[in-house]
């Protein structure tokens, strides 16, 4: 049996190509050989001379599951480790570097209710919210 951690990690790569495939993108997971803070990419699909072809739009993103969530009325708080909110940042300060998205799915504390299937329905539990993170550097760890 995997660790908790991949089952929600798989979880959130199940959510992203799921809302992907009903939003008519092309996304890519963890199709990359090594990992240098970009988990995978959306790539706009248009209607172009006759034929479906992807466009050259680009998005990358970093993908993130978690438990530890705090949830506001206007707010989602997520421990970012520095790290990687350093590479988001860094990217967000290149005038010509594909934009990234922060992705992180909120599960459920316990992993029974994170997941559902039956005949009728599959239910991933919560939701998965996005940020851009700006060129803003932090200090702490």
């Keep these: 049996m995997i ?9 959130s790569r199940a959510y992203v190509l799921a809302v992907a495939a009903k939003a008519g993108v092309v996304v890519k997971i963890g199709d990359r050989s090594h990992d240098y803070g970009v988990d995978g990419d959306f790539h706009q699909v248009s209607f172009i001379r006759g034929a479906r072809k992807e466009s050259g739009i680009t998005l ?35 005038v010509r570097a594909v934009r990234a998205v922060l992705l992180v799915l909120c599960l459920p504390n316990n992993p029974p209710d994170q997941f559902s299937i039956c005949e009728d329905e599959l239910i991933i539990r919560n939701c998965c919210y996005w940020h851009f993170i700006s060129s803003n550097m932090v200090e702490n760890k």
Aim: charged content about 30%; overall charge neutral.
């Design 60 to 94: 990358h993103f970093q993908l993130k599951s978690t438990t530890g969530f705090i949830k506001t009325k206007e707010h989602i708080r997520y421990e970012l480790d520095a790290k990687t909110y350093a590479a988001l940042a860094d990217r967000a300060g290149q």
């Design 3 to 11: 660790t908790e951690e991949h089952a929600k990690e798989n979880l």
